[in-house]
């Protein structure tokens, strides 16, 4: 490790904010030193709660994270924000830059904010937030927060990098049912109807119960076939759903779909309490030290993939990738296929993926 890195990292853990957004810096943009550094404060990682928040654009996420980290303050908790934006197509930057948006924390000592850019990344975090994640729990900051891109369905890695995934949505967003496509219901462990003091907002949360209702299987086929069924519940899932999410005893976590103005400040405290309980339901279940562990699980094949890509298509002086344009011809010609020509290739340059760095 040179000399310079050693002492940014003396300054990281000395809690000197400078330090911390040289190697957030260092770290988003992969710099050669950066996994010196993630390595030197990996035994710090694990302290900090993880919180994502998500949702379609417009969904009031930004207001949402502003208040819940200041509602942590008020409670003595430092926070690290990560917030990922759209990638500017003439800086190659975050386009949209949170800090403006979150005036109310953005000067508190307490509270650092960083915003990313996706930079073609999909699933709604950038390349490196994880990492970025990683380096504001070695800080020690006590809250995490992640709020996503806000790309609408696709939006999934929020979950495996959180303990827990807020998903917020707007009566106008559009259909409800379609807004919970593509996997949403599962990612979710929180549901929060922003906005909703306008028209069409508790229509949008019944839906989202009945939804959740429909999954734990609630209907006419899972009621028993005797005289003492109550027809009512067992006609609406989403009261089924409704009074499992406020079951403090229930084995399962049930995600509550909570009501919020955030422009006005409203349902902010039950959402702080509602990720309270939820983090109490991971710890007391076990469920939490599991999904650290897939994290790290998770963390280790990112690695294994960037090392191995990089080895294969940057070392050697390139000869993996000559070596592929010479098979061309027997491509177009279909002699062979790309599947064939992928295992000779790693028949050949195997060597390039197994090689050690100096």
Known sequence: ?????????????????????????????????????????????????????????????????????????????????????????FTGGALLGDRVRMEQVALDDNVFIRSMATRGSLGGLAATTREIADVF???????????????????????????????????????????????VMEAADIFVVNKSDRPGADRLRNDVELMLGLRRGVGYGSMPAHHG???????????????????????????????AVAAKDEGIDQLVQSLDKHFDYLEKSGALLERRRQRLVERVIDAVDRRMRSRLWQGGDGEANG??????????????????????????HGHLVTRVDD
């Not at 790309?151 to 409800?176: C, F, H, K, M, W």
């Not at 759903?241 to 509550?256: F, G, S, V």
């Not at 070596?323 to 050949?348: F, H, K, N, Q």
């Open 1 to 89: 490790m040179s000399p310079s890195t050693e002492k940014l990292l003396a300054d990281f853990k000395a809690s000197k904010t400078s330090a911390l957004a040289r190697v957030v810096s260092i770290v988003e943009n992969r710099r050669p030193e950066s996994d010196e550094i993630l390595a030197a404060l990996h035994q710090k990682v694990g302290h900090a709660r993880r919180i994502g928040i998500t949702g379609p654009p417009g969904a009031g996420k930004s207001t949402i994270t502003t208040l819940v980290a200041r509602r942590y303050r008020e409670a003595g908790l430092s926070v690290g924000i990560v917030c990922v934006d759209p990638t500017s197509p």
């Open 137 to 183: 729990d070695a800080f020690g900051f006590d809250r995490v927060i992640i709020e996503t891109v806000g790309v609408g369905q696709s939006e999934l890695d929020i979950a495996r990098t959180a303990d827990t995934t807020v998903v917020v949505l707007v009566p106008e967003s559009g259909d409800s049912i379609q807004t919970l496509k593509a996997g």
């Open 229 to 259: 069924v109550d027809l009512k519940r067992a006609m609406n899932p989403a009261r089924v759903a409704r009074e499992a999410a406020k079951d403090a005893n229930a084995d399962a976590w049930t995600p509550p779909v909570l009501r």
């Open 323 to 348: 070596w592929i344009r010479s098979r061309i011809p027997d491509l177009e010609a279909g002699v062979t296929t790309p599947y064939s020509v992928a295992d000779e290739l790693l028949a050949a």
